[in-house]
């Protein structure tokens, strides 16, 4: 008899960031890990314009390449009449989903799954989720969702995964080890080496050696071209570069700051929740009062349990303008119009990782000019939550697979194999796990 065999698949996210989607399939089997957007600024839904049909939103996001057309996932009636993907309720597989961590690109489609299918996230992760949700901001679909926990082996079939927990700018964030009949693949998930103290990755990459990882398949944020006179290859190192601003270096940064300045405004990824914290202790420790938008200020009370803050709602801006150096206000680039209410107050707008995120997204340019219409200086004052390129080969060399797979990247090339197989996937195509190594088999 013929020995069942496991086979890999890549999706999406391939050379692009976020989106990621893998599945490794053994007989009736299957893992499915991530199941987020693909982000593409030129979408039709991307200008915000295009109102979305919520009865075809699977539908319409397959046709738009926006969620992966993985068969055997999502619901016959949301794929609609006609449909050629094959359905969960024609699925051949027992399907598992698992979800690293809680960024839209990760996480976004994950209420689009069929809720035949089993949906797991850390305990952390989902903490975060339910507050999320209480505040308006889950994701569409509704279904129920299963928690993992670090560190405790959960199986499938002849699967075991191990959630272990990494460094990255969310809570809860994990990358997953996966046994299988074949091999053991290391799912890196968003990691950093550098976020918190103490730093999470040295027990991380202990016990991912401990397990042992046949094939990382690593996150490649960072990664660009090489510049000018640079070289393709880069050098691994773990150790910080004087330049890089690390999490720990931004409470110095920001009392500097608002020692110095008027008004002062805040821009931060509410989901980031060490960050919201730091800008809580940040006015405290300069004695003045921060001001939180409504949906931060749950996730302030109920994740972080503090109180010492006040409400948008609660503060007019008259009396902000008055006394601007007694305060810390949040804004939103969704609530930015509030910042005309300070036209002309001078002060600083401190943009901590917060949307927009950089000028790849169109929205960043408006909000500069706002800013500076409103006669605020711009100041960033932020950390990324992803590795740099010299750490990301650091844990590629240090890990040492057989077999190296770096996606979730513009420029997954740059990453090299110190030992064994690099394998740069293409979308689509199977990948047989043999021995410890992948072996892509030809397309029919
Ligand atoms: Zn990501
Ligand atoms: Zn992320």
Not at 63 to 84: E, K, N
Not at 413 to 424: D, E, H, K, N
């Amino acid at each position: 008899m013929q020995e069942t065999a496991t086979y890999l698949k890549f999706w999406a996210g391939l050379t692009s960031i976020g989106g990621t989607v893998i599945s490794v399939e053994h007989g009736e089997h299957r893992l499915v890990f991530d199941f987020g957007f693909s982000y593409n600024p030129n979408n039709i839904f991307g200008d915000k314009q295009v109102r979305l049909r919520p009865a075809h939103l699977v539908h319409d996001y397959l046709l738009l390449d926006m969620i992966p057309a993985v068969p055997g996932v999502y619901r016959q009636r949301d794929l609609g009449d006609g449909a050629s993907l094959l359905s969960a309720e024609e699925s051949p597989w027992q399907t598992m989903v698992l979800i690293s961590h809680l960024h839209l690109d990760h996480m976004g489609a994950m209420g689009l799954v069929s809720p035949s299918v089993p949906v797991f996230l850390t305990a952390e992760s989902l903490g975060l989720y339910s507050a999320l949700c209480a505040i308006g901001e889950g994701v569409d679909g509704e279904r129920d969702y299963s928690a993992c926990r670090f560190d405790a082996p959960l199986a499938h079939g002849p699967f075991v995964i191990t959630p272990l927990r990494v460094d990255h700018d969310v809570p809860g964030a994990c990358s997953f080890h996966i046994r299988t009949p074949h091999g053991n693949l290391l799912y890196t998930g968003d990691f950093r080496l550098y976020g918190t103290t103490p730093p999470v990755a040295p027990q991380w990459l202990e016990a991912a050696r401990t397990l042992g990882v046949d094939v990382l398949v690593s996150e490649g944020t960072t990664l660009r071209a090489p510049a000018e006179g640079e070289s393709e290859w880069i050098t691994g190192d773990g150790s910080l570069p004087d330049n890089l601003t690390t999490e720990d270096m931004l409470p110095g940064k920001l009392h500097a700051l608002l020692s110095n300045t008027g008004l002062a405004v805040f821009n931060i990824y509410h989901r980031n929740l060490r960050r919201l914290g730091m800008m809580l202790d940040a006015g405290r420790d300069a004695g003045r009062t921060v001001v939180l938008e409504r949906g931060t200020a749950y996730l302030a009370r109920t994740l972080l349990a503090r109180e010492d803050f006040a409400e948008t709602s609660d503060i007019c801006a008259s009396l902000i303008k008055g006394n601007p150096t007694q305060y810390l206000v949040q804004n939103s680039y969704r609530n930015c119009l509030a910042l005309l209410d300070f036209a002309g107050v001078g002060g600083s707008y401190i943009h901590s990782n917060g949307t927009p995120l950089g000028d790849f997204d169109p929205a960043y340019a408006k909000l500069r000019a706002l800013v500076e219409k409103c006669g605020l200086e711009f100041h960033y004052v932020g950390a990324t939550g992803h590795a740099i390129p010299q750490h990301l080969q650091y844990v590629a060399d240090t890990v040492a697979p057989k077999v190296l797979v770096p996606l979730h990247s513009f420029w997954p090339q740059r990453l090299s194999a110190a030992v064994g197989q690099r394998v740069l996937p293409e979308r689509g195509l199977v990948y047989r796990f043999k021995d410890g190594t992948l072996e892509a088999l030809p397309q029919v």
